[in-house]
């Protein structure tokens, strides 16, 4: 039997294939062997390089977590302060046509709550301590002003969820008051996030995943 020269592209392949019939099917009717006959590969070929549908959830969740992460983008540009950084980040977040297709595949999150389950723990352990680096940054530089960096830092995930109507539903004039409110509390607790071309891109956003 011929050795696979490139391992990372298979795993790749897997984690494209499971993240497809996850959203599509739902974790708990996906098997190993789906995602084998996806590929055209045999059970063992996935076993070899994942132990379990647990593990493949895992990387699913933390590749989605690195690809559609904003932060690499803006954590080494030396021309924006902390808070400027948090800014483009969001904007860069919601721009990401990517990340937008996604949003509107995850309509099925609340019938799948693995995927919901692990998806807020790669948020919390992946996303949250990036969002805390750019506020302690904006803390440094005078930008940022709040005792409770990490508190927000560990909401802002949360809020995201919040946003979403495939997780809880709501109408156009809704969801824009969920984003004032949201702009009102950070701003209040000293971290003005959102300036009016951001809140005027998360309605634009929001009002295209509720269409």
């Known amino acids: 039997m011929s050795r696979n ?45 994942f132990a379990s549908k647990e593990e493949i959830l895992e990387a699913v969740n933390q590749k989605m977590a690195n690809e559609n ?34 949003a509107q595949e995850e309509i099925p999150l609340l019938k799948n709550p693995q995927i919901l389950a692990a998806s807020i723990d790669a948020n919390r352990r992946y996303l949250s301590p990036q969002w805390l680096k750019l506020m302690e940054e904006g803390i440094a530089d005078g930008s940022i002003k709040t005792a409770y960096a990490r508190e927000l830092a560990e909401v802002l995930p949360l809020l995201e969820l919040w946003l979403m109507p495939s997780v809880f539903p709501a109408t156009d004039v809704e969801l824009k008051r969920r984003v004032a409110f949201i702009g009102e509390l950070f701003a209040k607790m000293g971290v003005p996030l959102f300036n009016e071309s951001i809140t005027q891109l998360l309605k634009n956003t929001l009002e295209d995943i509720n269409s």
């Open 5 to 49: 020269k490139y391992p990372e592209v298979t795993v790749e392949k897997i984690l494209a294939a499971a993240e497809r019939l996850f959203l599509q099917r739902g974790y708990d009717q996906t098997t190993i062997q789906d995602i084998a006959k996806e590929l055209s590969m045999t059970k063992g070929a996935v076993y070899h390089h």
């Open 69 to 102: 992460n904003p932060f690499n983008l803006v954590k080494e540009r030396t021309d924006l302060n902390g808070l400027e950084k948090l800014q483009l980040a969001i904007v860069l977040n919601q721009s990401s046509q990517e990340k937008n297709t996604l």
